[in-house]
Each structure stands twice: as structure tokens, then as C-alpha cells.
């Protein structure tokens, strides 16, 4: 018995029906919402595994640990909203070279905050307008100019410093400590929110959003693109610096090549807090949630004393699959948009 038409077309509009409200729910969650529910799981396996984990003298060591790797990711998040192919990897080996910076100021008697932070963010910046103006003036593949200054920044940090070592003021080095019950690492980190959050309600930040999400339409509109690329580079630039500080800080004394492991780690983290590879989506609360997420995993998988083979096997698996739900949530918003 063949079905009649209004059979086969009641059955389609129940389809549709179930299809849009998967959709509008799954569009209505948060771009974040698969790292906060890993930070969830996470944090209660740190729990288990480090009962003491939330008194203020161990909390305020792991927030200070963490804090390196969440600003620079945070530093890494606009260079991906951007699109495109746009990142920045050059952020590691920058750290670097502001770490071994401070070092070479410290041994000239140069310890005045002022100096050391004025030149910690000049660097940053810096950074930020030689990469910016060869990707948004010359138009060279932003991956091309990064992995140059990324070479160029890892034989320099090495060369100023062969040797780890050194020194650093006592006001950095109280960076890891607290303020009362507060740590000053959690401040900091605040000071990076805060930015982001003030630049959301700028023009500035809105373009690279739009940028992100649809190059040619943007130019179409008026967003002056070479502008917008020159600034993104310089905002990655000074939250790179902020974050070398924090390194300098965390570890008390320079080396050469301690941020050169930032970069990976940093472009996970932004992936795994939900800001999308391909532009236009994300942000910097998603960026510190998968920064924390990626810190508390290799601490479950160190405390666990599982061998080096199964930390890499269990660390990618963690963040293809986070990457490949991220990708599922913002689908229907893609296909609704179309």
C-alpha cells in the first residue's frame, strides 16, 4: 500500500520541526560550553586526586602556573577571530626574549618597574607592528611571517641567554604570591579580561569580528582591513607581554627556551574554548576556560603518573574531540545563516 501524499508531508514538517528546535537550542548555548563542561569534569578529578587543591596556599600556585599560558591565549584569541588563516606563532619565542629581556635589565642594576614592564610591552608591541605590517600591508600569508619571527625570536632569546639563570626584582617574583586571600596572579588575569572586555565595546574589536566572519563583505562596508590587521597584531603583541612577565615571574630566572612550548599550547587552548579556526567566533572567556582546561589535564595526567606515550595519546584525543563538538555547536548557526 503506497502512503498518501499528506502522510509524506506531515512526516517532513515533523522532521523540520524536530531539526529547528535542535537547532535553537544547540545555537543557544554558549560558545564555550563543551570546554566548561571539561573544566567541570576536570576540576573534580583534581579534587580527587589533590584533596588540598582548593585551600588558598595551593590554589594561588596553581592559578600563578596557569596564569603564562591563559594570557596568552587570551593574547592569541583576536590574531584567530581575525580568519582567514590569520594567528600569530610567534607568541612563544616572544615570551622568551622577554623573559631573558628582564634577565639583561636585572644585571645592569635596571629593576624599576616602570622600565621593566615599559619594555616588556614595548617588545610586545613591537612584535605586534613588524608582523602586522608585513601581513596587512605586503599581504604575506600570516603563517609565513610568523614562523620567520618565531625563528627569529627563538635564536635571539637563545643567543642574549645560552645559559639558563639570573635574576629578577622582588616586586615580579611577589607576582606569584597574594594580596590578603587574593592572588595576584588571579588580578592579573583580570587586568587581561578587563581589556578585552573594555575593547568589545569599541568599533575596533567589532571589525575583527566582522572581518572573521566575512572579509569581503566588511571591505564592501567601509572596515578599513589593513587598520584592523596592523591593531590585532599589536593587541596580541601586548597581551604577549603581559603573559612573558608572568612566565618571568612563575619561574624566578631566565631561559632561552622556556616559551617556546606557549605557542601550541596556547592555539589549543583558544580552539578548545570554543573561538573558531576559521574566524569570526569566539572570545577571550572561552580562551581562558580552555587554558585552564589544558593546564588542569596535564596536571591530572602528571599526579596520575601515566607514561609520556598515553599523556600525548590522552591530551589529543581530549582536544580533537572538544574541537569536533565546537564544530557540531556552531554548525546549525552556519547553516541557519546560509
Same mark, same amino acid.
Given at each position: %500500500?503506497? #502512503?498518501?501524499? @499528506?502522510?509524506?508531508? @506531515?512526516?517532513?514538517?515533523? #522532521?523540520?520541526? &524536530?531539526?529547528?528546535?535542535?537547532? +535553537?537550542? %544547540?545555537?543557544?548555548?554558549? !560558545? %564555550?560550553?563543551?570546554?566548561? &563542561?571539561?573544566? %567541570?569534569?576536570l576540576l573534580l578529578l583534581n579534587t580527587a586526586l589533590e584533596t588540598n587543591l582548593w585551600t588558598i596556599s595551593v590554589l594561588s600556585g596553581v592559578i600563578a602556573s596557569a596564569a603564562p599560558l591563559v594570557i596568552a591565549a587570551i593574547g592569541e584569541t583576536p590574531a584567530i577571530i581575525l580568519g582567514n588563516g590569520s594567528l600569530d606563532i610567534s607568541i612563544g619565542p616572544l615570551m622568551s626574549v622577554i623573559n631573558v629581556t628582564i634577565i639583561l635589565l636585572v644585571q645592569q642594576g635596571l629593576t624599576s618597574p616602570v622600565i621593566i614592564i615599559g619594555m616588556a610591552m614595548l617588545l610586545g608591541v613591537g612584535s605586534g607592528v613588524l608582523n602586522g605590517v608585513f601581513i596587512s600591508v605586503l599581504r604575506i600569508?600570516?603563517?609565513? &611571517?610568523? +614562523?620567520?619571527? !618565531?625563528?627569529? !625570536?627563538m635564536g635571539l632569546a637563545t643567543h642574549l641567554l645560552s645559559q639558563p639563570g639570573g635574576t629578577i626584582p622582588s616586586w615580579l617574583a611577589n607576582w606569584t604570591g597574594n594580596i590578603g586571600p587574593l592572588p595576584i596572579s588571579a588580578v592579573i588575569i583580570a587586568v587581561a579580561l578587563i581589556l578585552w572586555f573594555a575593547l568589545s565595546r569599541t568599533r575596533f574589536l567589532r571589525n575583527i569580528y566582522a572581518i572573521g566572519g566575512d572579509e569581503r563583505a566588511s571591505y564592501v562596508s567601509g572596515v578599513p582591513l589593513v587598520w584592523v590587521r596592523l591593531g590585532t597584531y599589536m593587541l596580541t603583541g601586548l597581551f604577549v607581554s603581559l603573559a612573558g612577565l608572568m612566565l618571568t615571574a612563575e619561574i624566578a630566572s631566565g631561559d632561552g627556551n622556556i616559551g617556546t612550548s606557549f605557542t601550541l599550547t596556547a592555539i589549543a587552548s583558544v580552539a578548545l574554548g /570554543?573561538? @573558531?579556526?576559521? /574566524?569570526?567566533? $569566539? /572570545?577571550?572567556? $572561552?580562551?581562558?576556560? /580552555?587554558? +585552564?582546561?589544558?593546564?588542569?589535564?596535564?596536571?591530572?595526567?602528571?599526579?596520575?603518573?601515566?607514561?609520556? +606515550?598515553w599523556q600525548d595519546v590522552a591530551y589529543g584525543l581530549i582536544l580533537v574531540a572538544a574541537v569536533v563538538a565546537n564544530a557540531l555547536i556552531a554548525r546549525p548557526g552556519r547553516r541557519r545563516g546560509r
Open positions: %500500500m503506497t #502512503q498518501s501524499p @499528506s502522510t509524506n508531508t @506531515s512526516e517532513v514538517v515533523e #522532521q523540520d520541526v &524536530v531539526l529547528r528546535k535542535r537547532e +535553537f537550542w %544547540m545555537t543557544r548555548l554558549p !560558545y %564555550m560550553s563543551v570546554a566548561l &563542561v571539561i573544566l %567541570m569534569i600569508p600570516p603563517i609565513v &611571517v610568523t +614562523f620567520a619571527t !618565531y625563528t627569529i !625570536y /570554543g573561538t @573558531s579556526l576559521l /574566524g569570526g567566533r $569566539g /572570545g577571550a572567556m $572561552g580562551s581562558l576556560v /580552555g587554558a +585552564f582546561d589544558i593546564f588542569l589535564i596535564n596536571n591530572v595526567i602528571t599526579v596520575s603518573h601515566v607514561g609520556v +606515550f
